[in-house]
């Protein structure tokens, strides 16, 4: 047949990461989508998004890490729960895009400020069992680097407000009664999740 157009660079697909995927808590999930789209119009922040929901899983089935891991498209899940509401077959669509953002930070895909800003978080919490805000942004700002720092005295006006109105203490909290304990939760957790991923 002469009228058969061949693509120069054939599309390379990549099954060890769909099945990585799939070895997520709710990764496997991403096996029962049925492409409907109705997780695309019920989400508001689509149109921010590099791919949607739908094209997120259809990518990943096709075991297209790069673009996947690269996509702001899980780091601008807002985890409002709609699609997972609306979604015919059930799918924890939310569950899944805190599945991938937490891969993606141990893997290095962290170029995306919100992941900077999930890191700290979490540190924070770990350290003192509860959040600090001051703590929070300090985190943020130190983990995003020097042009970021910079940017933040362009807030100061924010900050000096959220200071006025009590919004951000400048002393941190104490931490919480039964932090060893916490740590021993979060550990047996790690340590639970790591089984199911071999």
């Known amino acids: 047949m002469t009228g ?25 999930y991403v096996k029962v ?24 899983f259809q990518m990943i089935r096709a075991g297209k ?10 780091w601008m899940c807002t985890s409002c729960c709609t699609c997972k509401a609306r979604c015919p077959r059930g799918i924890p669509i939310v569950d ?3 599945d991938l953002k937490s891969m993606a930070i141990k893997q290095g895909y962290v170029s995306y400020p ?3 800003f999930y890191q700290a978080f979490w540190q924070e919490v770990l350290g003192r069992g509860r ?18 720092i910079m940017k933040a005295f ?8 959220m200071l006025k109105h009590g919004r951000m203490p400048l ?19 790690q340590e639970l999740q790591q089984k199911e991923v071999r």
Do not use: W
């Open 33 to 56: 989508c049925m492409q409907c789209g109705v997780c695309v119009v019920s989400c508001a922040t689509r149109q921010d998004m590099d791919y949607t929901p739908r094209k997120l």
């Open 171 to 189: 002393v941190p909290p104490k931490t919480i009664k039964g932090m060893k304990d916490l740590r021993k939760i979060v550990e047996k957790a």
């Open 114 to 116: 919100q992941a900077a």
């Open 65 to 74: 890490k790069e673009e996947v891991m690269k996509s702001n498209t899980m």
């Open 154 to 161: 362009g807030m100061k006006d924010i900050g000096l407000s």
């Open 4 to 28: 058969c157009n061949k693509s120069p660079n054939p599309l390379k697909y990549n099954g060890s990461f769909s099945k990585e995927v799939y070895h997520l808590e709710s990764g496997s």
């Open 131 to 148: 959040v600090f805000e001051g703590g929070v942004t300090a985190r943020f700002f130190l983990k995003r680097g020097l042009g970021d």
């Open 96 to 98: 899944v895009m805190h």
